[in-house]
Nanobody, 125 residues
Framework: QVQLAESGGGLVQPGGSLRLSCAVS????????IAWFRQAPGKEREGVSY????????DYADSVKGRFTISKDNIKNTVYLQMNSLKPEDTAVYYCAKRDRFLQSWYQPSSYKTWGQGTQVTVTS
């Protein structure tokens, strides 16, 4: 059974940093592409960052480019999202997901069937 479990969320002041983790079980991370999404209250779920199966391709939403970094550790079977220079507008529940469909863009939620339970990130002074 494939499971994804996010952790690392919390409350942080603007300008601060957090590192989210996505622990993956039931599959080999080096054979699967993973993305981070977020959803703020009243808003649609949006793609934040993506890392390819081999790890050689990463991509980011324009709103987080230069501030967030995605990486993965195939031995630990964990994907990370380092978030720096956090802004109040980054406040959301963050989810990781395993990509299942490759005909659509990575930032389309419909490209993913398996999701974690989410972790709350709140940026406030």
């Amino acid at each position: 059974q494939v499971q994804l479990a996010e952790s690392g969320g919390g409350l942080v002041q603007p300008g601060g940093s957090l590192r989210l983790s996505c622990a993956v079980s039931g599959l080999a991370l080096d054979s699967n592409a993973i993305a981070w999404f977020r959803q703020a209250p009243g808003k649609e779920r949006e793609g934040v960052s993506y890392i390819s199966r081999g790890g050689g391709l990463t991509d980011y939403a324009d709103s987080v480019k230069g501030r967030f970094t995605i990486s993965k550790d195939n031995i630990k079977n964990t994907v990370y999202l380092q978030m720096n220079s956090l802004k109040p507008e980054d406040t959301a529940v963050y989810y990781c997901a395993k990509r299942d469909r490759f005909l659509q863009s990575w930032y389309q939620p419909s490209s993913y069937k398996t999701w974690g339970q989410g972790t709350q990130v709140t940026v406030t002074s």
